[in-house]
Antibody, heavy 121, light 108 residues
Framework: EVQLVQSGAEVKKSGESLKISCRGF????????IHWVRQTPGKGLEWMGI????????KYNPSFQGQVSISVDRSTDSAYLQLNSLKASDTAIYYC??????????????WGQGTRVTVSS | DIQMTQSPSSVSASVGDRVTITCRAS??????LAWYQQKPGKAPKLLIY???TLQSGVPSRFSGSGSGTDFTLTISSLQPEDFATYYC??????????FGQGTRLEIK
């Protein structure tokens, strides 16, 4: 069974950094892109970036460039989202999702359970 | 950037009703559109991709249509478990994807 399992909820202070993990199970992790998506009540679902675990090719939403870093550890089938210089506005739920891209199908078919991040001043 | 606009933002309906949600893209995205359902405290769940292809395991009361800039998600006969928020998402500008703002489906 395909699963993406994310690390647990975090509470941080403004200015701190944070690294969220997303571990894949039940499929060849290196063969599928992983997206990172942020969800806030005010802005809904926002695409942050994507990584291909096979070769670590990474692309960022310009809106988040410089504020986040996405990486992968192939030895543990894990992707990571690092958030730097946290602000209260980074309070959100962060999701990883597998991207299936084949022929007419481009879809986020499996999602992690989400990691709730709370940033206080 | 491609903007996705859903309407309505919220809708009230009863069990057994037929409901249609619309999604409009700011430019032609061919059929690179997916629909997701999200329930409180849960991750989004894929319902439909390529505008009209039902994801495996999704009930047939869900259907999608459209191409270019205008798309619809239809639920033919609402069930109690369908009350949730629905999002459209474009995948034309891979790797960048964008979501609609969501449509909340509430019980009347």
């Amino acid at each position: 069974e395909v699963q993406l399992v994310q690390s647990g909820a975090e509470v941080k202070k403004s200015g701190e950094s944070l690294k969220i993990s997303c571990r894949g199970f039940g499929y060849r992790f290196t063969n599928y892109w992983i997206h990172w998506v942020r969800q806030t009540p005010g802005k809904g679902l926002e695409w942050m970036g994507i990584i291909y675990p096979g070769d670590s090719d990474t692309k960022y939403n310009p809106s988040f460039q410089g504020q986040v870093s996405i990486s992968v550890d192939r030895s543990t089938d894990s992707a990571y989202l690092q958030l730097n210089s946290l602000k209260a506005s980074d309070t959100a739920i962060y999701y990883c999702a597998r991207f299936y891209n084949n022929g007419p199908a481009r879809k986020l078919d499996y999602w992690g359970q989400g990691t709730r991040v709370t940033v206080s001043s | 950037d491609i903007q996705m606009t859903q309407s309505p933002s919220s809708v009230s309906a009863s069990v057994g009703d037929r409901v249609t949600i619309t999604c409009r893209a700011s430019q032609d995205i061919s059929s690179w559109l997916a629909w997701y359902q999200q329930k409180p405290g849960k991750a989004p769940k894929l319902l439909i991709y390529a505008a009209s292809t039902l994801q495996s395991g999704v009930p047939s009361r869900f259907s999608g249509s459209g191409s270019g800039t205008d798309f619809t998600l239809t639920i033919s006969s609402l069930q109690p478990e369908d009350f949730a928020t629905y999002y459209c998402q474009q995948a034309n500008s891979f790797p960048l994807i964008t979501f609609g703002q969501g449509t909340r489906l509430e019980i009347k």
